[in-house]
Antibody, heavy 114, light 107 residues
Protein backbone atom coordinates (compact mmCIF):
# COMPACT_ATOMS: atom_id res chain seq x y z
CA UNK A 1 0.00 0.00 0.00
CA UNK A 2 1.25 3.45 -0.90
CA UNK A 3 1.39 5.45 2.32
CA UNK A 4 3.18 7.90 4.56
CA UNK A 5 3.14 7.49 8.34
CA UNK A 6 4.33 10.25 10.65
CA UNK A 7 5.52 9.75 14.21
CA UNK A 8 7.37 11.58 16.94
CA UNK A 9 4.85 14.21 17.96
CA UNK A 10 4.02 15.02 21.54
CA UNK A 11 4.04 17.62 24.30
CA UNK A 12 7.22 19.68 24.69
CA UNK A 13 8.08 22.78 26.71
CA UNK A 14 8.93 26.09 25.02
CA UNK A 15 12.58 26.08 24.02
CA UNK A 16 12.62 22.31 23.75
CA UNK A 17 13.32 20.01 20.83
CA UNK A 18 11.48 17.25 19.01
CA UNK A 19 12.27 15.06 16.00
CA UNK A 20 9.51 14.00 13.67
CA UNK A 21 9.76 11.01 11.34
CA UNK A 22 7.82 10.05 8.26
CA UNK A 23 8.00 6.45 7.04
CA UNK A 24 7.23 5.90 3.38
CA UNK A 25 6.09 2.64 1.80
CA UNK A 26 4.65 1.33 -1.44
CA UNK A 27 6.56 3.64 -3.78
CA UNK A 28 10.13 4.53 -4.74
CA UNK A 29 10.83 7.06 -2.00
CA UNK A 30 14.19 8.10 -3.43
CA UNK A 31 12.55 9.40 -6.61
CA UNK A 32 10.42 12.07 -4.95
CA UNK A 33 10.92 15.40 -3.25
CA UNK A 34 9.21 15.57 0.13
CA UNK A 35 7.62 18.26 2.26
CA UNK A 36 6.51 19.03 5.77
CA UNK A 37 3.27 20.98 6.11
CA UNK A 38 1.64 22.00 9.38
CA UNK A 39 -1.79 23.08 10.54
CA UNK A 40 -2.30 24.93 13.80
CA UNK A 41 -5.54 24.14 15.65
CA UNK A 42 -8.48 25.62 13.76
CA UNK A 43 -6.20 27.26 11.19
CA UNK A 44 -5.19 26.73 7.58
CA UNK A 45 -2.33 24.81 6.02
CA UNK A 46 1.21 26.19 6.25
CA UNK A 47 4.16 24.82 4.29
CA UNK A 48 7.19 24.27 6.57
CA UNK A 49 10.03 22.76 4.54
CA UNK A 50 10.93 20.85 1.37
CA UNK A 51 13.79 18.55 0.41
CA UNK A 52 14.66 17.27 -3.04
CA UNK A 53 14.97 13.57 -3.83
CA UNK A 54 18.75 13.49 -3.31
CA UNK A 55 18.81 16.13 -0.55
CA UNK A 56 20.56 18.56 -2.89
CA UNK A 57 17.94 21.28 -2.46
CA UNK A 58 16.39 22.24 0.86
CA UNK A 59 13.97 25.08 1.58
CA UNK A 60 12.36 26.45 4.73
CA UNK A 61 9.55 28.81 5.59
CA UNK A 62 10.81 32.00 7.19
CA UNK A 63 8.88 31.10 10.35
CA UNK A 64 11.10 28.05 11.02
CA UNK A 65 14.39 28.97 9.33
CA UNK A 66 17.34 28.50 11.69
CA UNK A 67 15.30 26.37 14.11
CA UNK A 68 14.09 23.40 12.04
CA UNK A 69 16.15 20.99 9.93
CA UNK A 70 14.71 18.69 7.30
CA UNK A 71 16.57 15.54 6.26
CA UNK A 72 15.95 12.18 4.66
CA UNK A 73 17.42 8.70 4.52
CA UNK A 74 16.57 7.09 1.20
CA UNK A 75 17.98 3.75 2.34
CA UNK A 76 15.42 3.72 5.16
CA UNK A 77 12.59 5.32 3.12
CA UNK A 78 12.31 7.96 5.81
CA UNK A 79 11.91 11.72 6.10
CA UNK A 80 12.75 13.69 9.24
CA UNK A 81 12.15 17.09 10.78
CA UNK A 82 14.39 18.15 13.65
CA UNK A 83 12.66 20.95 15.53
CA UNK A 84 14.68 23.03 18.00
CA UNK A 85 13.90 26.16 20.03
CA UNK A 86 10.20 25.34 19.87
CA UNK A 87 7.65 28.07 20.50
CA UNK A 88 3.97 28.02 21.40
CA UNK A 89 3.15 29.09 17.84
CA UNK A 90 4.73 25.87 16.52
CA UNK A 91 1.82 23.93 18.03
CA UNK A 92 0.19 22.14 15.11
CA UNK A 93 -0.50 18.88 13.35
CA UNK A 94 2.54 18.18 11.18
CA UNK A 95 2.01 16.34 7.91
CA UNK A 96 4.57 14.91 5.53
CA UNK A 97 3.55 15.13 1.88
CA UNK A 98 5.05 13.70 -1.28
CA UNK A 99 6.25 15.92 -4.11
CA UNK A 100 3.59 18.41 -5.23
CA UNK A 101 0.96 16.96 -2.89
CA UNK A 102 -0.54 13.78 -4.23
CA UNK A 103 0.13 11.78 -1.07
CA UNK A 104 -0.11 12.88 2.57
CA UNK A 105 0.37 11.15 5.89
CA UNK A 106 -2.23 11.21 8.65
CA UNK A 107 -0.30 13.81 10.64
CA UNK A 108 1.30 13.96 14.08
CA UNK A 109 0.38 16.51 16.74
CA UNK A 110 3.06 18.70 18.27
CA UNK A 111 2.04 20.70 21.32
CA UNK A 112 4.40 23.31 22.75
CA UNK A 113 3.30 24.33 26.20
CA UNK A 114 4.68 24.76 29.70
CA UNK B 1 7.20 34.55 -1.93
CA UNK B 2 4.07 33.87 -3.93
CA UNK B 3 0.84 34.77 -2.14
CA UNK B 4 -2.41 32.93 -2.84
CA UNK B 5 -5.66 34.82 -2.28
CA UNK B 6 -8.63 32.46 -2.01
CA UNK B 7 -12.25 33.50 -1.84
CA UNK B 8 -14.74 33.29 -0.34
CA UNK B 9 -13.56 32.27 3.13
CA UNK B 10 -16.89 30.57 3.77
CA UNK B 11 -19.82 29.54 1.65
CA UNK B 12 -23.29 28.21 2.35
CA UNK B 13 -25.09 26.39 -0.44
CA UNK B 14 -27.92 23.92 -0.99
CA UNK B 15 -27.65 20.34 -2.18
CA UNK B 16 -27.59 20.38 -5.97
CA UNK B 17 -26.19 23.90 -6.21
CA UNK B 18 -23.23 24.83 -8.36
CA UNK B 19 -20.39 26.06 -6.13
CA UNK B 20 -17.40 28.11 -7.25
CA UNK B 21 -14.24 29.04 -5.36
CA UNK B 22 -11.52 31.27 -6.76
CA UNK B 23 -7.82 31.57 -6.10
CA UNK B 24 -5.53 34.33 -7.29
CA UNK B 25 -1.74 34.12 -7.31
CA UNK B 26 0.44 37.17 -6.70
CA UNK B 27 2.48 36.26 -9.79
CA UNK B 28 2.27 33.96 -12.78
CA UNK B 29 2.38 30.31 -11.67
CA UNK B 30 1.45 28.80 -15.04
CA UNK B 31 -0.75 25.81 -14.16
CA UNK B 32 1.17 24.73 -11.03
CA UNK B 33 -1.91 24.66 -8.84
CA UNK B 34 -3.65 21.99 -6.77
CA UNK B 35 -7.07 21.95 -5.09
CA UNK B 36 -7.61 19.97 -1.89
CA UNK B 37 -10.56 18.91 0.23
CA UNK B 38 -10.08 18.59 3.97
CA UNK B 39 -12.58 17.15 6.42
CA UNK B 40 -12.22 17.62 10.19
CA UNK B 41 -9.47 15.52 11.73
CA UNK B 42 -8.27 14.28 8.34
CA UNK B 43 -5.35 15.02 6.06
CA UNK B 44 -6.01 17.07 2.94
CA UNK B 45 -7.13 15.06 -0.07
CA UNK B 46 -5.95 16.04 -3.53
CA UNK B 47 -8.86 16.63 -5.91
CA UNK B 48 -7.38 18.62 -8.82
CA UNK B 49 -3.75 18.84 -9.95
CA UNK B 50 -2.07 21.02 -12.57
CA UNK B 51 -5.05 23.38 -12.27
CA UNK B 52 -7.52 21.30 -14.24
CA UNK B 53 -6.72 17.58 -14.00
CA UNK B 54 -9.01 15.39 -11.92
CA UNK B 55 -7.17 13.08 -9.54
CA UNK B 56 -7.96 9.40 -10.02
CA UNK B 57 -11.07 8.32 -8.16
CA UNK B 58 -12.41 11.83 -7.60
CA UNK B 59 -16.02 12.35 -8.74
CA UNK B 60 -16.47 14.23 -11.99
CA UNK B 61 -18.63 16.90 -10.33
CA UNK B 62 -15.36 18.46 -9.21
CA UNK B 63 -13.44 20.52 -11.76
CA UNK B 64 -10.76 23.18 -11.99
CA UNK B 65 -9.74 25.78 -14.52
CA UNK B 66 -7.37 28.68 -15.04
CA UNK B 67 -3.73 29.46 -15.63
CA UNK B 68 -1.31 32.24 -14.89
CA UNK B 69 -2.71 34.05 -11.86
CA UNK B 70 -6.44 33.30 -11.82
CA UNK B 71 -7.95 29.92 -10.99
CA UNK B 72 -11.41 28.53 -10.35
CA UNK B 73 -12.63 25.41 -8.58
CA UNK B 74 -16.18 24.22 -9.21
CA UNK B 75 -18.53 21.63 -7.76
CA UNK B 76 -21.22 21.21 -10.40
CA UNK B 77 -23.88 19.76 -8.09
CA UNK B 78 -23.20 19.97 -4.38
CA UNK B 79 -23.63 16.75 -2.41
CA UNK B 80 -23.92 16.38 1.38
CA UNK B 81 -20.57 14.58 1.54
CA UNK B 82 -18.85 17.60 -0.01
CA UNK B 83 -19.07 19.52 3.25
CA UNK B 84 -15.44 20.32 4.02
CA UNK B 85 -12.81 23.01 3.78
CA UNK B 86 -11.17 23.50 0.39
CA UNK B 87 -7.67 24.83 -0.24
CA UNK B 88 -5.72 25.90 -3.29
CA UNK B 89 -1.96 25.40 -3.32
CA UNK B 90 0.74 26.63 -5.69
CA UNK B 91 3.91 24.68 -6.38
CA UNK B 92 5.61 26.82 -8.97
CA UNK B 93 7.98 28.29 -6.45
CA UNK B 94 10.29 26.14 -4.28
CA UNK B 95 8.31 27.41 -1.30
CA UNK B 96 4.81 25.99 -1.58
CA UNK B 97 1.98 28.27 -0.51
CA UNK B 98 -1.68 27.63 0.27
CA UNK B 99 -4.77 29.74 0.03
CA UNK B 100 -6.54 30.63 3.25
CA UNK B 101 -9.21 28.00 2.74
CA UNK B 102 -12.94 28.02 2.01
CA UNK B 103 -15.31 26.44 4.52
CA UNK B 104 -18.27 24.99 2.67
CA UNK B 105 -21.54 24.43 4.53
CA UNK B 106 -24.94 23.11 3.59
CA UNK B 107 -27.75 25.67 3.66
Amino acid sequence: EVQLVESGGGLVKPGGSLRLSCAASGFTFSSYSMNWVRQAPGKGLEWVSSISSSSSYIYYADSVKGRFTISRDNAKNSLYLQMNSLRAEDTAVYYCARDTGGLWGQGTLVTVSS
Amino acid sequence: DIQMTQSPSSLSASVGDRVTITCQASQDISNYLNWYQQKPGKAPKLLIYDASNLETGVPSRFSGSGSGTDFTFTISSLQPEDIATYYCQQYDNPSITFGQGTRLEIK
